[in-house]
């Protein structure tokens, strides 16, 4: 179940997806979630739009993630279909994994780890 800092962390992707960046890739999106949740435990503070992008422009200075084309707001209404691999399923934590299942977000993530079950790969 989630807590307080979670829902508010959740949230906050929200927004700064839809105002700053975003990506399809949900490995990606974990990692940035990841780096946000250790500068909080590491630094202080409070979930907000800047600890988002400074853990994405980390990231990004590691080359640990791709670069994010656009918000949200920028993309087109019908995104296509997401890609995921057992893998890839395998590294988000079971907390991401099931509020994206719950949720199909991206758009696609429930079909993709639907295909995954249904082929026996997870």
């Keep these: 179940m989630y807590n307080e800092q979670e829902i508010e962390i959740d949230r906050t992707m929200e927004a700064w997806m839809t105002s700053k960046r975003f990506t399809q890739d949900a490995t990606a999106n974990a990692a940035v979630r990841l780096r946000v949740l250790q500068n909080l ?6 979930p907000s739009i800047a600890s988002w992008e400074r853990a994405y ?3 990004r200075a590691e080359n640990a993630i791709p670069e994010f084309r656009g918000s949200v707001s920028e993309h087109p209404a019908e995104a296509p279909a997401v890609t995921l691999s057992a893998e890839e ?3 988000l934590s079971a907390t991401v994994a099931k509020k994206n299942y719950r949720t199909d977000h991206p758009k696609g993530f429930r079909a993709a780890v639907d295909k995954l079950l249904a082929e026996g790969r997870i």
């Design 41 to 46: 435990e590491k630094l202080g503070g409070y």
């Design 57 to 59: 422009l980390e990231l």
């Design 89 to 91: 399923y395998r590294r």
